[in-house]
């Protein structure tokens, strides 16, 4: 078996600290693009556990760098 099928049966973990990192970044790359395009986001509100969409004008996020470590 050569190496790229060895690596396709070997399942990728999709944990650790680079992983979170590139879920951060992705997330904070599409709130920078939607807020810029004048597009709303759709998300969770955990304190009144409902779908709440929000205005691109009301989309607040920090830069990746400024995240707090998980």
């Known amino acids: 078996m050569n ?3 060895s690596d396709l049966r070997e ?3 999709a944990e650790g600290p680079e ?3 590139a879920m951060r970044r992705g997330v904070v790359e599409a ?6 395009q004048g597009r709303s986001v759709i998300v969770w509100d955990r304190e009144t556990r ?4 929000v205005p691109p004008d009301e989309i607040i996020f920090l ?3 400024d995240l707090p470590p998980e």
């Open 3 to 5: 190496r790229n099928e």
């Open 11 to 13: 399942p990728r973990s």
């Open 19 to 21: 992983m979170i990192a």
């Open 31 to 36: 709130l920078r693009e939607h807020k810029q």
């Open 50 to 53: 409902q779908v709440v969409e």
């Open 63 to 65: 830069e990746s760098r």
